[in-house]
């Protein structure tokens, strides 16, 4: 069996780790820990690259939409 977790350092807690030990009771596992960069996945296709930079250049140039908690139904 093969299970793959996404998660934050402030997310592993010994709860965490108490689950794994009951998911895969008695077996022998790898824990493989790949730094993720959101930056990269974001560029990884031509599409969200794009979108990125457009994003970035009209926070840039401060056309930004401002909106209330309550607009946003929060």
């Known amino acids: 069996m093969q299970a793959i977790y996404h998660t934050t350092t402030n ?24 730094e993720q960069d959101e930056t990269g996945y974001l560029n990884s296709s031509k599409k969200n690259k794009k979108y990125l930079e457009q994003s970035i250049s009209e926070v840039e140039n401060t056309k930004l939409i401002q909106k209330t908690p309550k607009e946003l139904n929060l």
């Not at 592993?12 to 820990?33: A, G």
Request: avoid cysteine; charged fraction near 20%; proline fraction near 0%.
């Open 11 to 34: 997310e592993l807690t010994v709860s965490f780790i108490d689950y794994l030990k009951k998911q895969f009771q008695n077996h022998s596992v790898d824990i493989v820990i790949n």
